[in-house]
């Protein structure tokens, strides 16, 4: 039986006209295969998209349309408080509950390119709780309206957060991590992590059907570069 097999194996690889069906049907194969690749490749894209953009790297700021949105008021900046006191060994900028002083240089330094943006038109609230008051106080050189829900978020914070964006107004709004979560949680971001103290997400709403979309992100020293590379 063995030699048979051999027998018949020998004249298919020897006979031209059994090597181009062969060769057919290996070609089929492939292409099937190829197209169950790419087709698992484009699903996985869609149910993974791309990781949040770090906003200072590269051009992004230009290619992701940040400057634009600024200028005709669309963005949100939902920013996290700076270095939190009881969290930290650092020396405390005032009571125990509130920001350290190395959390203060960073808020100064923020609000320094944030002001030269500017931040006139533009709406800001922050968390009631008093980092957030101080990191708001810092930042913008005065005193910013407390508002609850920027503490006690909700499954309906990106609600709110829309709620509260009125047309050719930027938005920006002085928060905590788990409040951005939720965000970035109702936004579907793929991978998301906590932002360390003082970053900021970006996202901007149509003014039409006010729909949010992520614009990306920015951690506490990237603001310089915001300013410095503004068109």
Aim: some cysteine; charged content about 20%; aromatic content about 4%.
């Amino acid at each position: 039986m063995l030699k048979i097999m051999d027998s018949i194996l020998t004249r298919q690889l020897y006979n031209p006209r059994a090597n181009l069906v062969l060769a057919g049907k290996y070609r089929a194969m492939l292409l099937m295969t190829l197209a169950v690749v790419l087709t698992a490749i484009g699903v996985r894209h869609v149910l993974n998209p791309c990781a949040l953009v770090e906003l200072a790297q590269a051009n992004q700021l230009i290619k992701s349309g940040f400057y634009s949105g600024w200028q005709q008021g669309k963005l949100v900046v939902l920013m996290r408080h700076v270095e939190r006191c009881d969290h930290s060994t650092n020396p405390c900028l005032a009571q125990s509950d509130g920001v350290t002083r190395k959390g203060q240089s960073v808020a100064l330094a923020i609000g320094s390119s944030l002001r030269s943006m500017g931040v006139t038109d533009a709406d800001i609230y922050n968390s009631p709780l008093r980092r957030t008051e101080q990191t708001a106080s810092l930042v913008f050189n005065r005193t910013t309206p407390g508002q609850e829900w920027l503490a006690n978020c909700r499954k309906s914070m990106l609600d709110d957060v829309v709620s509260h964006k009125r047309d050719q107004h930027n938005l920006i709004l002085v928060t905590h991590s788990e409040c951005i979560s939720q965000v970035e949680e109702s936004l579907n971001v793929p991978n998301a992590q906590t932002l360390d103290y003082g970053s900021s997400l970006i996202l901007s709403v149509d003014p039409k059907d006010h729909t949010a979309q992520v614009v990306g992100q920015l951690d506490a020293q990237s603001w310089a570069r915001v300013l410095a590379n503004r068109p």
